[in-house]
Nanobody, 124 residues
Framework: QLQLVESGGGLVQPGGSLRLSCAAS????????IGWFRQAPGKEREGVSC????????NYGDSVEGRFTISRDNAKNAVYLQMNSLKLEDTAVYFC?????????????????WGQGTQVTVSS
């Protein structure tokens, strides 16, 4: 079974950058759509960005547009989220998720496989 493990989170000042990684094992990601989600304290999990199995990128919400970039490297069986110009409101646990389907969706329920999340804290 596919397993996902996020890494790369941490404490960063506003305006800083982080690169999150999602490493997969148990299966190859070639035919999976991969999404990044985040969940801030007291809030529902929300879609951040998604990349399809055909490498089409979808960003969800204008809060991350132009600052976050999702990418995938099938050879490494991994997906990444480059986060720049981080803001206080970006503080959340970030999850990667996968579904054995070509296309993306911002819906949590669409995805079958989830990592445990990595904490991103943006604070001055």
């Amino acid at each position: 079974q596919l397993q996902l493990v996020e890494s790369g989170g941490g404490l960063v000042q506003p305006g800083g950058s982080l690169r999150l990684s999602c490493a997969a094992s148990g299966a190859t990601l070639d035919y999976y759509a991969i999404g990044w989600f985040r969940q801030a304290p007291g809030k529902e999990r929300e879609g951040v960005s998604c990349i399809s199995s055909t490498h089409t990128v979808r960003n969800y919400g204008d809060s991350v547009e132009g600052r976050f970039t999702i990418s995938r490297d099938n050879a490494k069986n991994a997906v990444y989220l480059q986060m720049n110009s981080l803001k206080l409101e970006d503080t959340a646990v970030y999850f990667c998720a996968a579904v054995d389907y070509y296309y993306c969706s911002p819906s949590v329920s669409f995805f079958d496989y989830w990592g445990q999340g990595t904490q991103v804290t943006v604070s001055s």
